[in-house]
Each structure stands twice: as structure tokens, then as C-alpha cells.
């Protein structure tokens, strides 16, 4: 096979931290080369170098046998360096086509957009990796595992080389995922070299050729597919042995603490109503749009159209914002952390303490008193950073939902809404996350979880309600709760 990228002993260092600690990583021309490890172990900061986006502070990049110390964003992609974000970077009131060769514009004899030729080759591409969308229908019209395919489709307009996807299952079903999956092995097919990046341990082992471990910014170890097990490759991304999933501990639930009656989510659609006990974690599960976040948003009073009524320890409660449902105690650990649950340019001690400010009385924020109280949260829910000064948006995926979560617990909340609390995040912050979720309802709060991991929610709920086109299909019990009888009721 032939080599078209090798890093030489990559490192990196920022103030206070060495991201990435003398690395090296190779890509083959038609390879699949998965990266994985931990939040923090360095993956990011390897591709954001990759990209051109961060200068390395030693080492070398040799890419198609050239030589480089450091890339910017213009140079790699001229080498054809692209990169496949969870973030959404498409334009959301232009179509398809407009999309896949936006900055690459076909033009006519007289300098104007050929929007016919646009047309034909955005079909042509799309023809030829066996994508069946409309390329007229406008980007606002299209579902999350669409919109995935046009950022493929744009980035392969651009005669990429070198491919490198982070985490981009994180919003997908299953079927979304399998389709995915079969897409990567197909532009692999075509020669190019490919570095996917993904905490799902079982998709690395359905599509990967080689995979290398990071943690802690150092390389682990590289393995051929077939030669490494789950176990084992876990063990090396954790640095210790590990149970994949935290089992609940059997904790009595008490007294019902929240009830929620007669929620209607669309137009001539069935009633929703359930209540969570003390101690209890309830899951709500659904396919993709069956209305789960819509639904706990609505109890939040992010959404005052949809009725419904909430009693927290047996009294109505008029929650007609957010705010409301937070003065009573009640609070979201949202889906989307980084635009609806941190202040991305804020620092660490600011994000944790914004909600609870009332806590220090008076006319100044007791800056003292403030700094033991967000420490002792630090040290509570494991956070690594260098300072809590430091800037939440540059701290890793798990540890900034540990962020959001340390915000809701300086608040004494009683109620706890996680909606998808572990996506994208890796299965050793995903332990600290299970504990922390144990530990509050082994205090008594009462705890309601949406997630779309199967084993989260047989592993962790006392009571799964299942929901189906923004309706109940139905409530199972503890010993109800298995794979088959949620999917069964998900699916109809």
C-alpha cells in the first residue's frame, strides 16, 4: 500500500497542558485508520494540526513524501486535507447543489452562475457514491443524517486525498449509522485515505484497517483490525480495566416528586403523562423524532404552546420559561452542551456558578467563597483543567458536560433532565458520568434521561417510557426494560 501521510513526533504544548506528547501516525492510500481514546486524550488537537487550524510545537508532517513543520488551512487543502465536523457548516437557505459548490461556482460565457451545470454535477457525484437526494431541495428541508451526506459529497468536490471524519454517527440512528458506514467503506474503495475518529467502539471494529489508541496526549499503541479485542483495546484507551456500562445501585425510590399530565406535542395527538419518585431515573426512549427532547423542553417551558400541566411534590407549578422550572428546582442537561448549555468563550468558574449566583448575597459575587465552592466541584466530578480559569471551550467533550452538570448541582436542583447526557463522549467519562447520575439519585432527586444507547438505558432506569410519533407507546417496568420490548414499541 502506499503511504500518503506520516507524522513524526508530533507535539503540542498550551499554557499549563502538553495536549499532544511526541506522536506518530501514519495514513495509506485506501485505508480506513481509526483514532480513539478518551476526551482529552489529544484526538482533536491531532486533526485541528492536520487541518492547519493549530501550529505544532515540534515535529514533522510528511504528506505525499513533502516535508512540513507546521500547515495552514489554505495548504492543506490544496494537498486535499478535509475534515467531516460535527458541526453543521452548510448554508442553510441554499439547496444541494448550491451547497456542494459553494466558492467552486460553475460559470458561464458571461460570468454569471451556471445553475444548470451546478445541477448536473452535484447529480453526477451524487450518482456516483449512490446518494438519492434531490439536489434542488434547500439544505433548512433536510435531516441530520442528510445534511452528513452533503458535507461528504462537498468535501469530495474538492479532489480530497486525505479524509478525516470526528464522530459523525454522534446524531444518527441506526439505520443512519449503517448507511454511513457503508458510504466510508465505498470512498475508501476510491483510493482515499481515510482517519476516523469516533468513541463507538463497535463501529471502529466494523470499518477500520488499523487503529491507534491515544491517551493522555501520547500514542498507546497501533493495531491491525482483527489482532485486538474490545476488551483490550478499552483497557488501553482507559488506562485500567473497565465495565463498559455503570449499573444503578437498588436504590428505594420514594415519594413522587414530579409529575407531568396531559402533554400534547402535535395537533390531534394522545395526552402525555408520567411521574418520577425520589430516587428514581426514568428513561425516555423513541426513535429519532418521536419527541423526547421536544417533550422534557415543553416541561422546561422552552415551548408554552404545547399543553400540559406540572406538579412538583404533589402542587401545580406554572413554568412559562426555563427560568421558572429552575427556581423550582428543576433543571436540563441539554443535548446540544455547547450552544445551549455553555458559555463557549467563559471560563470554567464562570460556566458553574452563572445559575446559582443568588447563592453569594450582596452586592459583589464573594469572589472567595465563589472559587472553594466551584473547586470542591472540580475535584467532585473529576473536571481536568489546568485552572478554572481556563476557557470552557477549550476543555474535551466529556469534561464539558461534566461542566454543565457541575452548574445544575451548585444550584441544589432536585430534578435532573439528561437529554443523550453521554453522546459523544468516551466510555471512561462515560463511568464518571453513570456514577454522578447515581450518586444523585441515591440522594433523593429524582432523575429523567432520554438516550438513544440501548444498554444506557437497560443498565441505568428504573422505568423506560417509550415514545412513538409525539406519543406514549408505552411504559416498562425494570424487569421489562430489554432491547427487543423498547424497539418494539419504538418501531410500531
Known amino acids: 500500500m502506499e503511504l500518503i501521510l506520516e507524522i513524526l513526533n508530533i507535539t503540542k504544548t498550551f499554557p499549563g497542558v502538553t495536549a499532544v506528547d511526541n506522536v506518530s501516525f501514519d495514513l495509506m492510500k485506501g485505508e480506513i485508520h481509526c483514532l480513539v481514546g478518551e476526551n482529552g486524550a489529544g484526538k482533536s488537537t491531532l486533526i485541528k494540526i492536520l487541518s492547519g487550524a493549530i501550529v505544532p510545537t515540534s515535529g514533522v508532517i510528511n504528506i ?14 490544496v494537498l486535499g486535507i478535509q475534515a467531516v465536523y460535527q458541526e453543521s457548516n452548510l448554508l442553510e437557505n441554499m439547496n444541494i447543489a448550491e451547497n456542494i459548490f459553494y466558492g467552486l461556482e460553475k460559470s458561464n460565457k458571461l460570468g454569471f452562475i451556471n445553475f444548470k451545470e451546478t445541477l448536473n ?9 449512490n446518494i438519492k437526494l434531490d439536489p434542488r431541495k434547500l439544505v433548512s428541508e433536510l435531516s441530520v443524517a442528510e445534511k452528513q451526506l452533503v ?15 470526528d464522530e459523525p454517527t454522534a446524531s444518527l440512528n441506526q439505520n443512519e449509522i449503517e448507511d ?10 476510491k483510493g482515499i485515505g481515510i482517519i476516523y475518529i469516533s468513541h463507538r467502539i463497535k463501529e471502529v471494529f466494523e470499518i477500520a484497517d488499523r487503529i491507534t489508541v491515544l491517551r493522555d496526549g501520547k500514542k498507546i499503541n497501533t493495531h491491525l483490525i482483527g489482532k485486538v479485542t474490545e476488551n483490550e483495546l478499552i483497557s488501553e484507551m482507559v488506562g485500567r480495566k473497565t465495565n463498559l456500562f455503570y449499573t444503578k445501585s437498588n436504590i428505594m425510590t420514594g415519594k413522587v416528586m414530579l409529575e407531568v399530565k396531559d402533554f400534547i406535542l402535535n395537533k390531534n395527538k394522545t395526552p402525555i403523562s408520567f411521574e418520577v ?31 400540559g400541566k406540572v406538579f412538583l411534590e404533589n402542587k401545580e407549578i406554572a413554568i412559562n420559561k426555563p427560568s421558572d422550572a429552575i427556581k423550582n428546582g428543576i433543571c436540563l442537561v441539554p443535548e446540544d452542551r455547547q450552544t445551549e448549555g455553555l458559555f463557549l468563550i467563559r471560563s ?50 466529556g469534561n464539558q458536560q461534566k461542566v454543565v452538570l457541575g452548574k445544575w448541582l451548585f444550584t441544589d436542583a432536585k ?10 463522549i468516551d466510555v471512561g467519562a462515560k463511568q464518571e458520568i453513570y456514577k454522578i447520575i447515581g450518586e444523585i439519585a441515591s440522594r433523593g432527586g429524582a432523575i429523567i434521561m432520554i438516550s438513544s444507547d440501548m444498554p444506557e438505558l437497560i443498565s441505568l432506569c428504573d422505568r423506560v417510557l417509550v415514545l412513538r410519533n409525539n406519543e406514549a407507546a408505552g411504559l416498562l417496568k425494570r424487569e421489562e426494560i430489554n432491547e427487543k420490548n423498547i424497539l418494539k414499541l419504538a418501531i410500531g
Open 415 to 424: 430534578i435532573f433532565i439528561f437529554d443523550e447526557p453521554t453522546r459523544g
Open 277 to 307: 419518585k425520589e430516587g428514581e431515573i426514568f428513561g425516555i426512549a423513541g426513535m429519532v423524532g418521536a419527541g423526547r427532547s421536544e417533550l422534557v423542553k415543553a416541561i422546561m417551558g422552552f415551548n408554552t404552546a404545547l399543553k
Open 180 to 189: 454511513l458506514l457503508k458510504l466510508i467503506i465505498e470512498i475508501k474503495n
Open 64 to 77: 505525499f513524501g513533502k516535508k512540513y513543520n507546521s500547515l495552514d488551512p489554505h495548504t492543506s487543502m
Open 121 to 129: 454535477q452535484a447529480k453526477e457525484i451524487m450518482n456516483l457514491l
Open 348 to 397: 470554567v468558574k464562570e460556566n458553574i456558578t452563572i445559575a446559582g449566583l443568588k447563592k453569594f448575597k450582596g452586592i459583589f459575587v464573594q469572589r472567595v467563597k465563589e472559587l472553594r465552592f466551584v473547586r470542591e466541584l472540580i475535584d467532585k466530578l473529576n473536571i481536568k483543567t489546568f485552572s478554572v480559569e481556563q476557557i470552557v471551550g477549550n476543555l474535551s467533550g
Open 151 to 165: 458535507k461528504i459529497i462537498k468535501i469530495l468536490a474538492r479532489n480530497t486525498k486525505i479524509l478525516i471524519f
